[in-house]
């Protein structure tokens, strides 16, 4: 396993900007993905001032791709400001896309093959695609093939009801049918994480949000989405932030994905959202050269899979101490950890993970990587 940080060039973050994240079905149910990721990538250019010319790569992840344009990437990228022939290509990697699309335009820009890209992901859960049948799809097709009246008028009377039942996605593993909510169900079980525990954590969040609203640190990094067909009001913020809410609130709510002996629930999982996001990755010479002052430097990262049919949401567990070691860093030396709150569950099975000397050596290390310090954890909220 390698143990240095990231090789090549040193990569440098310059900006990053975000629409307001929308609970779907919401204030930005009328914009798609792709219009999202194009605000956004605007948004930074305004703010950044940069030459659209400067820019050799757009890299983009989406969990659920439009059907009709499925690279976002290059849709996005023939926003005007930005030259035509620039290179763009799409990523997925389920909840952790855009950081793929991060990662993937940081090593262009260490290999030398870039010095500047934007790089980022959205969503648009209000604007998933509703697939048709099987059999549905194939008289479509052969009635697009018919060549007489005659032919087409059959074809159309063969069509039942339940030709026309559509087929909806989820946010499922296709191996196992296991929803995510399912997977964090059966991770509290394994790990015997209370319901108590779960909505203490889930009341944080919501407190930390707000409060990071409240005085700005949120707010100043979102751009305002003027809301169609109107477009007279704007979004400014995150509207998933529940301010008034409580820890009795919380707790009269009815498990979701167990409900007989479940501890998962809506209030201590995070919603389906609308959003969209991009940040501005340079080679730290570009960006001296360009005369931007770096928010920080990329120094290494990890990605970890496990077997879909054991506890699916455990990644962090296994990639975390890779990329403290890549970095030659310790987790003590953290001053803050970010965790994605897919699920209340879901992180304090992490947490707990950790600390446990067999996560360690499935990781393959000799000692785990230890305690989380609460007080450096996701201190603006997170997905919840």
């Known amino acids: 396993m390698t143990t240095n940080r990231l090789p090549g060039r040193r990569v440098a973050i310059v900006a990053g900007v975000r629409t ?3 609970k779907s079905g919401t204030q930005l149910k009328g914009i798609d993905a792709i219009e999202l990721g194009k605000l956004a990538v605007a948004e930074l250019l305004q703010r950044t001032g940069l030459d659209g010319n400067e820019v050799e790569g757009v890299v983009y992840g989406t969990v659920i791709p439009n059907v009709i344009a499925p690279n ?3 849709e996005v990228s023939l926003l005007p400001m930005l030259p035509r022939g ?6 997925s990697r ?6 793929q699309a991060i990662t993937d335009a940081a090593d262009q820009i260490a290999l030398g ?10 969503e648009s859960l209000s604007n998933v695609p509703i697939l048709h049948s099987r059999t549905m799809a194939e008289k479509l097709v052969s009635l697009s093939r018919a060549k007489s009246l005659n032919q087409r008028l059959k074809l159309l009377a063969s069509i039942r009801p339940r030709d026309l039942v559509p087929i909806t996605p989820a946010i499922a593993e296709p191996s196992t049918g296991e929803t995510m909510g399912q997977s964090a169900e059966k991770m509290a079980k394994i790990n015997g ?4 525990e779960q909505d203490q954590f889930a009341l944080r969040s919501h407190r930390l949000a707000a409060a990071g609203s409240q005085d700005g640190r949120l707010t100043a990094e979102i751009v305002p989405v003027y809301i169609p067909p109107s477009f007279e009001e704007a979004a400014t913020s995150d509207n998933g932030v529940r301010t008034d809410t409580t820890i009795d609130k919380l707790e009269s709510l009815k498990p979701v994905f167990d409900r007989r002996y479940g501890t998962v629930t809506a209030g201590n999982a995070s919603p389906l959202t609308d959003g969209g996001s991009a940040i501005l990755l340079m080679s730290e010479e570009k960006a001296k050269a360009l005369g931007y002052e770096p928010l920080a430097y990329i120094r290494s990262y990890a990605y970890a899979a496990l077997d879909p049919g054991e506890q699916l949401l455990m990644g962090p567990v296994l990639a975390a101490p890779v990329a403290l070691a890549r970095a030659g860093l310790s ?22 993970g950790f600390e446990s000397q067999e996560w360690a050596e499935r990781a393959g290390f000799s000692k785990p990587v230890g305690e989380v310090d609460r007080a450096k954890l ?3 909220g997170g997905s919840i």
């Open 20 to 22: 307001p994240f929308a």
């Open 72 to 74: 976002i990437a290059r």
């Open 86 to 91: 620039v290179q763009a290509f799409t990523v």
């Open 94 to 99: 389920a909840c952790a896309s855009a950081n």
């Open 113 to 122: 093959h870039m010095d500047v890209a934007i790089a980022g992901g959205a």
């Open 193 to 196: 994480i209370t319901r108590e």
């Open 331 to 352: 987790l003590g030396e953290m001053d803050l950890i970010e965790m994605h709150e897919a699920f209340a569950a879901q992180v304090l099975c992490n947490l707990r």
């Open 378 to 380: 996701n201190v603006m």
